[in-house]
């Protein structure tokens, strides 16, 4: 990776980790309905695998998919208008923070049940083989749904299968608020378990953006050649608790420090200033990234709450239960 390409991931991470921000902020203020699940500190895993993929690759992520929709494409002010509400959000005012999804860059939607959105990705894994496309598809999910028999049931057919679909497990070491490794069985809850149902499993640092996109592209080089699926368990920790009301005390204060000083920006900065990049064209990026997220803000505050209306538009439905049989 160049130093351009490199600079282009820091101000990409950077863009995710102020609107993060940003929607804790709003979230204090009243203006973010229901709750939030904020990716902070795991920008490094979005933004490093989607530079990876094809623009075309299929990506599913869970509730805590707002990094995942924004390295897809969805700007800052989509996603906060979305948070709040609002008719000019990412789904008009329809998913929230939970459903964050921008079908036109086939990120096929954020998904609150654990585990859920793993068996689609392989149905669409298999839609593009059956298709023969050369498509990708992508799970993301965390380290608690490895306990889920979703997982398992992904993983085995995929296998049985072969088919072109990498599962990303996004390890930030809480299920909610359970460490993973005391009701775990293994030590890497994805990747050791991958080799039980035939497929390779890697681990990553997940907070290091380069590693984590030579690693993707070589999983997804491996199964557009009809290798079949791989697991790939990204090592990352959360900045904020669980969800917005979670002040996470349980954590350990050394754990805390120890990760936060292992920020994904941070090591993209450290990676820039080894290469030579000047100091000052990095704080640039920052600061087009405070304009950018100020104006998001700005903008959606001021957006108009939707058409009542509207309310059954660009929704599922088809009236009946006759298709069920």
Not at 22 to 40: C, R, S
Not at 157 to 167: E, I, Q, S, T
């Amino acid at each position: 990776m160049d130093t351009a390409e490199l600079l282009a991931r820091y101000e990409q991470m950077a863009l995710i980790r102020r609107t993060e921000k940003a929607a804790h902020d709003l979230f204090l203020q009243g203006l973010v309905k229901g709750t939030t699940h904020l990716a902070a500190g795991h920008e490094a895993i979005a933004v490093g695998a989607s530079a990876a993929l094809r623009d075309d690759d299929y990506v599913f992520a869970t509730y805590r998919g707002h990094h995942h929709a924004m390295a897809r494409g969805a700007t800052p002010e989509e996603c906060l208008a979305e948070l709040m509400q609002r008719a000019t959000g990412l789904c008009r005012a329809k998913g929230g923070s939970m459903h964050l999804t921008k079908a036109d860059a086939f990120m096929l939607g954020s998904y609150a049940i654990v585990g859920a959105h793993l068996p689609m990705a392989v149905g669409a894994a298999w839609s593009a083989k059956l298709r023969g496309t050369g498509q990708l598809a992508v799970a993301f999910f965390g380290d608690g749904a490895t306990n889920i028999g979703a997982f398992h049931e992904a993983l085995n057919l995929a296998a049985v299968w072969k088919l072109p679909v990498l599962f990303v497990c996004e390890n930030n070491l809480y299920m909610e608020y359970t460490p993973i490794a005391d009701v775990t069985a293994v030590a890497r809850p994805a990747a050791d378990r991958a080799p039980a149902y035939g497929i390779p499993g890697e681990v990553v640092d997940g907070n290091d953006v380069v590693s984590v996109q030579e690693a993707v592209a070589r999983l997804a080089g491996r199964a557009r050649a009809g290798d079949g699926p791989a697991v790939l368990e990204a090592e990352t920790y959360r900045h904020f608790g669980h969800s917005r009301t979670d002040p996470a005390t349980y954590r350990p204060a050394e754990e805390v420090e120890r990760w936060l000083k292992h920020d994904p920006l941070d090591i993209a900065r450290g990676r820039l200033v080894e290469a030579g990049v000047p100091e000052e064209t990095v704080t640039a990026a920052d600061e087009r990234v405070q304009a950018v997220v100020r104006q998001a803000i700005d903008a959606a505050k001021n957006a108009p709450a939707p058409d009542p209306r509207e309310a059954f538009t660009d929704v599922w439905a088809d009236g009946g239960a006759a298709w069920r049989t």
